[in-house]
């Protein structure tokens, strides 16, 4: 049997996607297959070599990256490092919103819904061959391998018996993905049904999949991801050992889902997970770490270094400063909210059952929906973030603070850019929950009375609202205690 494997990156790259490629590849040539692959070439990409194909491949055919990625290629060489050296352009995907970063932005919107995976894209188009294939199998990441393996099929350049997709990440559920949108979506539908068979190395993926497209779902199933590393035979019983060993991130990598998928498909008879106990580790709470009330020197700080590096959420930061709002609160605001000298909070940002973010209909609670006094720092924030989307955005609809793409705000991206500004400022990293707590800080030092600020906090509970009273009195008495001299 002969077996073409399609995928649109450099196998020579150390990623866990490329492990998995390889374990894939590795298996076929164990099995005695004659097994070709086409794939990325490398461009001056750093190359791990341990990373390599399998002698048994008989043809390795290969193509160009994108300009995008040769001169990121180049660049990473030449460094040494990963990093950023402008601390707001940190985020490899150039969600921070400095100059750089909006330039990073149209420049890979030119590559369509591939993003830059698509110039290869374009490359692979061109190969042709008079091999016959009894088996196809296009893997992804990246998600190009599908679309290549579809074209090239589609237009007479590849015949083959089967085509089989394999998915180690769906695209647009994938929670890891920051930049989902319904293009994805689109493509992604037209992706499944195009394949004859659509694998999964995750029966939770898989029950997801299914959901998102049910027009789909009778050619899906499960397959674990085989051993890449030599010397584990493949063909002998083993027993399962399910567990994640890589670098830990509580959002993407929380295995209660795991565990429950593999029980109600029989692969376990109990579910582990529920008879342990969490971890706890002794540690400050985060109300004097990353969500605490910041000083009025970290203030001064943090809003110098948004302004030095242009910061796209600048307007976002001293808007939530100055008006104690959530962040979910801000994102979901719109035009029509600013009237009679007050701001009106009646929706906040929300998911839908699939993962989507989307402006909810209602507030976070009855007691959200409040209207804040607009002070002057908060409309000023307002009229420039308004600034901001009429020189980026053609559309007039929408809320008033977006990402720099024009989608909703991201509380990732948003973060990402509060580290690389927190760096640049030489301060203790927090979150943007702390300017809701500076706010309030502020508001109780300067005499403000319990109820008002309950009422534009939009706390439920008068006991949320002293227990900020609490905390800033005992700093205020440790303060005032060591001012005492006798």
Known sequence: MRVLFIVGSCLEINSSANLCHLAYIRGFCDAGYVVDVLSARDDGAVKDPDMRLPA???HHYQYSVSLYERVSHIRKKATGAQAQTAPVNADPDGSAG??????????????????????????????????????????SCPFTSHRAALELIRSGRIDCGRWIQIWEDPWYGDLAYDFR????LAEEKKLCAAAREIVYVSPVTLMYQKKLFPESAGKMRFVPTPSYYSGADASAPQTGIFGYFGD?????????PFYEAAQEEGMIVRNPAKRLRSLRETKKPARETIHRALTREETEAFFHAAREYGSWYLPLYSFLLNTGCRFG????????????????????????????LTVGRDAKTGCSVRVIPARHEALDAIREQQRQNTRQFTDDGGPIFRAPRG???????????????????????FTAHAFRDTFATRAIESGMQPKTLQEILGHADIGVTMNLYAHVMEDTKRMQMEAVRV
């Open 56 to 58: 048994a491949v008989k």
């Open 98 to 139: 400095g100059f750089g970063s909006r330039v990073k932005n149209k420049i890979r919107g030119l590559y369509g819904v591939y993003g830059i995976d698509g110039a290869w894209l374009s490359h692979v188009k061109k190969f042709r061959t008079e091999t016959y294939y009894d088996v196809v199998i296009s893997l």
């Open 181 to 184: 949108s319904e293009a994805c």
């Open 248 to 256: 830990y991130e509580p959002d993407v990598r929380d295995l209660a």
């Open 329 to 356: 609160e801000a994102g979901a605001l719109m035009e029509k909210d600013i009237r009679d000298g007050g701001i009106r909070i009646e929706r906040t940002l929300t998911k839908t059952l699939d993962g989507r």
């Open 407 to 429: 989608g909703l705000l991201g509380a990732r991206c948003v973060g990402k850019d509060i580290d690389a500004l927190c760096r640049a400022a030489g301060i203790e990293r």
